[in-house]
C-alpha cells in the first residue's frame, strides 16, 4: 500500500496529458502550404514622397510542371503593388487585398528603382529586418518601369526561374559583364568605405527579340549604378563595357578586331585575369594594371594576320579599360575599385589621403598593360 499515492499521482498525470494533448499542436502557428502565396521577387520605387512596393508571385506547382517536361503553357504571373509613407507600409497596403496568407520565404530577386536610391539604407535596413528574407536574392537597380520588367516575355515560354531577373549568372556565360549581386554582398561592399558597389541595372527591351512577327519584352542589363559613401551614379553598359574584363567569374566574350587598312576578325575571349601594381609619386599613388587573356579565333576576313589580330585585341581591351576609368574621373568615382587596393595593401598612404578628403581617380594615374594569348585559331590558317 505504500505505492499507492505515486501511483494515484501518475494516473493523475496521465490524465492530464491525455486531456489536454488533442488541443496541442506541435507547430500551433504553421500553415497549409496550398494556403499559402509567396513573393518570388519585390521591387522598390519612391514617387511624390511615398514608397512603392511591387511583389511578384509565381505558381510554384505550374513551375515543376514545366520543368518535368510537361507542355508548356504560358506561364502565369502575378504582380501586386501598395503605395505608403514607409516601405512596411506601402507592403501593408499591398496585402489588404491578398485572398490569401502571404509569405517572403521564397524571395529571391530585389529590385531597387533610381528614385528610391537615395534611401538605399533604409531599403537595407527594412530588409534586414524580415525574419524570412534572404540574403542570397539577387539585388538589381533600375530607370525603367517597374511593371515591364517583371511582366518581362520568356524565350520558349520557359519559367521565370530561368530568366535574367532570377538567374543573371547563367546569362553572364554568354557574354560576361557586370558581376551580379546578391544582397550579402551588396551590403557588404555598401557599407566598406574604400569600395565602390556596383550594382546592375536591369530593364525591359523590346528591341532584339521577336515571336513570329510581334515584338517581345525582355530582360537586359543596361548598364550599372556606382554607389560609394552612399551616394550613387549611373553609368550606361556602352560606356563601361572594359568593367567586364575585371568581372572575378569572367566566362566568355566576342570582341571584333579590325586593322588600319579595314581588315577584321573576331576573337572569343574565354579568360581574363588582371593584377594591379601601385607606386608613389610625391605622395600620390599611379596605378599599373598588367592583364593577360586568352582567346580563340572565331572568324577572319582571311586577310588579316596573325600578329594584327593580337595587336588590335590588346589595343582595344586597353582602350576599353581606359573608357571606364575616364568615364570614373568625370565624376570621381573609382569604378575599377582602386582604392580598395590602397586601403588593403597600402594602408599607411591611404590614411593619409583620407585625411585630405580621400583618393579620387584623376587624369594619369592609371596604365594598362595588356598581353592577350590565341589557345588557337580552329580551322583557319594564320600568316
Excluded at 504571373?77 to 487585398?97: H, P, V
Excluded at 549611373?234 to 568593367?243: A, C
Excluded at 570614373?328 to 590614411?351: A, M, S, T
Aim: hydrophobic letters at 40%.
Amino acid at each position: 500500500m505504500k505505492y499507492m499515492p505515486l501511483i494515484r499521482a501518475k494516473v493523475k498525470l496521465l490524465l492530464l496529458i491525455a486531456t489536454i494533448s488533442p488541443v496541442l499542436s506541435g507547430c500551433w502557428d504553421s500553415s497549409n502550404l496550398e494556403n499559402l502565396e509567396y513573393i518570388t521577387a519585390i521591387g522598390i520605387d519612391r514617387q511624390e514622397e511615398k514608397f512603392i512596393f511591387y511583389a511578384q508571385l509565381i505558381d510554384l506547382s505550374t513551375i515543376a510542371k514545366t520543368e518535368g517536361g510537361a507542355k508548356k503553357d504560358k506561364i502565369p504571373n502575378w504582380i501586386g503593388r501598395g503605395e505608403g509613407i514607409t516601405i512596411y507600409d506601402a507592403y501593408s497596403k499591398l496585402l489588404r487585398s491578398a485572398q490569401s496568407e502571404i509569405s517572403l520565404e521564397q524571395l529571391k530577386v530585389v529590385v531597387v528603382h533610381e528614385h528610391a536610391m537615395d534611401f538605399m539604407t533604409e531599403i537595407l535596413d527594412a530588409l534586414n529586418r524580415v525574419r524570412v528574407a534572404r540574403y542570397t536574392s539577387w539585388m538589381f537597380g533600375t530607370r525603367g518601369r517597374m511593371m515591364d520588367i517583371f511582366n518581362a516575355s520568356l524565350v520558349l515560354e520557359r519559367s521565370q526561374l530561368h530568366s535574367l531577373l532570377y538567374n543573371p549568372q547563367q546569362q553572364m556565360k554568354s557574354n560576361t559583364f557586370v558581376q551580379p549581386l546578391n544582397m550579402q554582398k551588396f551590403v557588404a561592399q555598401f557599407t566598406e568605405k574604400a569600395v565602390t558597389a556596383l550594382l546592375p541595372s536591369i530593364l525591359a527591351t523590346e528591341q532584339t527579340w521577336h515571336e513570329n512577327e510581334s515584338r517581345i519584352k525582355v530582360g537586359m542589363i543596361d548598364g550599372l549604378f556606382a554607389f560609394k559613401a552612399k551616394k550613387k551614379q549611373y553609368y550606361d553598359r556602352d560606356l563601361i563595357t572594359g568593367i567586364r574584363w575585371f568581372n572575378p567569374r569572367f566566362s566568355r566574350h566576342l570582341l571584333a578586331i579590325k586593322d588600319e587598312s579595314g581588315k577584321h576578325a573576331t576573337v572569343m575571349v574565354v579568360k581574363s585575369k588582371s593584377k594591379v601594381d601601385v607606386s608613389f609619386k610625391q605622395g600620390k599613388p599611379i596605378f599599373t594594371i598588367r592583364m593577360k587573356l586568352q582567346g580563340e579565333l572565331a572568324e577572319t576576313d582571311g586577310q588579316i594576320t596573325f600578329h594584327n589580330i593580337i595587336a588590335g585585341l590588346e589595343k582595344r581591351v586597353q582602350e576599353e579599360v581606359l573608357q571606364v576609368y575616364a568615364a570614373g574621373v568625370k565624376q570621381g568615382v573609382d569604378l575599377l575599385n582602386l582604392d580598395e587596393r590602397l586601403f588593403r595593401y597600402h594602408h599607411k598612404e591611404w590614411k593619409k589621403l583620407a585625411e585630405k578628403g580621400g583618393w579620387h581617380p584623376q587624369p594619369g594615374e592609371l596604365r594598362v598593360d595588356v598581353h592577350c594569348v590565341l589557345k588557337h585559331s580552329g580551322s583557319f590558317i594564320m600568316d
